[in-house]
C-alpha cells in the first residue's frame, strides 16, 4: 500500500488485564471508536508507528507525482494535460494533507523531509517502476489509484482522528484520478490496433506491482495485529488484494484486456478470484532501494529540493523584512 | 522551510455555514499562507471565504479538563425541547 510493512515496535499484542492504568483507558477508547486527538495521552508505540505510517504515506504522495511528472508534457491533447496537471496537482496536496497529520503527531515537516531525501523513509514501492508510455498514465490511474483507494477508504474509520480527516478529504478527490485512468484505458482500447496493444503491454506491466503495493501476506504478523488492535490498520494485506483483484479483473474484460496471470481462476467457493504466485523477491528489491527507478526518484526529490532552496530563503527573508519594516513603522507613528 | 510557521485554515462554503477547521500548513507570513490555502484547500470550489492563523496563537482547552468543562452539561436535560411533553393539541411549537 502507500504505507507498507510499517513496524510498531511490540512483540505481542498486550491484553487489557496486562496494560496499565493508562494504556487500557487509552485501548478502551479504541475499542469504543472515539477519536485519538493530538494532545490526547498514547502509548509512545502508537505515536511512533503512527508516524512511520503517515509520514510513509505521506512520502508516497510526493514521489507519486514524478513517475506522472514524466508525461505532462507529452500528454496527447490539451485537455488530457490539463487532466494529469490536475491530478498531480493533488497528489501534492494529498502530501500536504498528510505531513500536516504526522505533524500533530510532534515530528517536524524538516525532519520528514530530511528522512526522505536521504532515504532513511520509505514510500511506497509502487513509484519505483518507470512510466515508458502514455498508456501508463491509464494504468495507474486505473490500478494503482484503485489500490490505494482499497486501503484509504477504511482509513477513514480509523482510531487518529487527523488521520481519518486526512483520509476522507483525499478519498473525496481519489475517485477522480481512477475514474480518469479507466477513461484513458477506453480511449486506447476503443482506438487503433496499436493503441489496444499499448494499452495491454501497459497493464502487463502494472498488473504484479499493483498486486504488491498491499504488501506481503501479513495474517502472522505481529505488527499488523498491534496496527489492528489500535485501528490504524483495517484490513489485513491477502483481503484487500482479493478485493482489488475482484473488483478489476471485470474492468479488464470491459475493456477487452487480458490480465498477464494463467493462474487466474474464478474460485466458485470461495466466491472470489484465485491468482498465481507473487514475485515477493522483486517486491522486497524494490523496498531495499533496488527497484528500477529507486535512484533516480530520490535524486530527483533531492534536485528539485536543492534548486527550490534559494526561494523558500527568499520568501523567508521577504516576510521577515517586512515585518521588520511594520514594526519600525509602528514605533515611529 | 526551516522556521516557516505553521497556520491553521478555515474555510467558509457557499452554503451559508460558519468558517471551519480544514488543516493546517506551513507559510512565511498570512500572506503566503491565504496563497497556499487556496491551492490546497480550495481547489474543487470548497470555499468562498479562508482564514488563516498563526497556529501558535490559538489557545485550546486540555484534555485534561474535559470533565470539568462539559460534564456540567450532562445532567441538564431540561435544556432541550424533548423535556417538555406538550399535548399536540397545542400546534406548532
Known amino acids: 500500500m502507500y504505507a507498507q510493512m510499517v513496524k510498531t515496535e511490540a512483540d505481542r499484542v498486550k491484553t487489557l488485564a496486562e496494560m496499565d492504568e493508562c494504556e487500557r483507558v487509552f485501548q478502551e477508547r479504541v475499542d469504543r471508536g472515539v477519536k485519538i486527538e493530538p494532545k490526547d495521552w498514547m502509548p509512545d508505540g502508537y505515536r511512533k508507528t503512527l508516524i512511520r505510517q503517515i509520514s510513509q504515506h505521506a512520502h508516497s504522495e510526493i514521489v507519486g507525482q514524478l513517475p506522472e511528472g514524466n508525461w505532462i508534457s507529452r500528454a496527447p491533447t490539451l485537455q488530457r494535460k490539463v487532466i494529469l496537471l490536475a491530478k498531480v496537482q493533488d497528489e501534492a496536496g494529498h502530501g500536504l494533507y498528510l505531513y500536516g497529520a504526522a505533524e500533530t503527531l510532534g515530528v517536524s515537516r524538516d525532519e520528514l523531509t530530511a528522512q526522505l531525501l536521504s532515504g532513511r523513509a520509505k514510500y511506497s514501492s509502487i513509484f519505483n517502476y518507470p512510466t515508458l508510455s502514455w498508456a501508463d498514465m491509464g494504468a495507474i490511474g486505473w490500478l494503482v489509484d484503485g489500490a490505494a483507494i482499497m486501503n484509504q477508504v477504511p482509513l477513514q474509520r480509523c482510531s487518529y482522528g487527523p488521520y481519518a480527516r486526512a483520509m476522507i478529504k483525499v478519498c473525496k478527490e481519489e475517485s477522480f484520478h481512477q475514474r480518469q485512468g479507466f477513461d484513458i484505458m477506453m480511449s486506447l482500447c476503443r482506438g487503433s490496433a496499436a493503441q489496444k496493444a499499448m494499452a495491454q503491454d501497459a497493464l502487463d506491466r502494472w498488473w504484479a506491482p499493483s498486486l504488491m503495493m498491499f504488501g506481503p501476506p501479513d495474517e502472522h504478523s505481529v505488527h499488523s495485529a498491534q496496527s489492528k488492535a489500535w485501528k490504524i490498520k483495517i484490513n489485513g494485506n491477502d483481503e484487500l488484494r482479493h478485493k482489488f483483484v475482484d473488483q478489476t479483473v471485470p474492468q479488464a474484460k470491459l475493456l477487452g484486456l487480458e490480465i498477464p496471470d494463467p493462474d487466474l481462476r474464478w474460485n466458485e467457493a470461495r466466491g472470489s478470484y484465485d491468482i498465481g504466485q507473487i514475485d515477493w523477491e522483486e517486491f522486497f528489491q524494490v523496498v531495499g532501494g533496488n527497484g528500477p527507478c529507486n535512484r533516480e526518484r530520490l535524486a530527483a526529490r533531492n534536485k528539485a529540493h536543492e534548486d527550490g532552496a534559494w526561494f523558500r530563503d527568499g520568501l523567508m527573508a521577504h516576510a521577515d523584512k517586512t515585518k521588520a519594516r511594520q514594526q519600525s513603522q509602528g514605533e515611529a507613528a | ?93
Open chain 2, 1 to 93: 522551510m526551516s522556521n516557516w510557521p505553521l497556520w491553521e485554515i478555515f474555510i467558509r462554503g457557499e452554503h451559508g455555514l460558519a468558517h471551519r477547521h480544514v488543516g493546517s500548513l506551513h507559510a512565511v507570513d498570512a500572506g503566503q499562507a491565504l496563497m497556499n490555502a487556496r491551492d490546497v484547500y480550495t481547489r474543487r470550489h470548497e470555499g468562498l471565504s479562508i482564514w488563516v492563523v498563526k497556529a501558535g496563537d490559538i489557545t485550546a482547552s486540555a484534555p485534561g479538563d474535559k470533565d470539568a468543562l462539559f460534564e456540567p452539561a450532562n445532567d441538564k436535560v431540561y435544556r432541550h425541547p424533548s423535556f417538555y411533553d406538550i399535548p399536540d393539541d397545542a400546534g406548532a411549537m
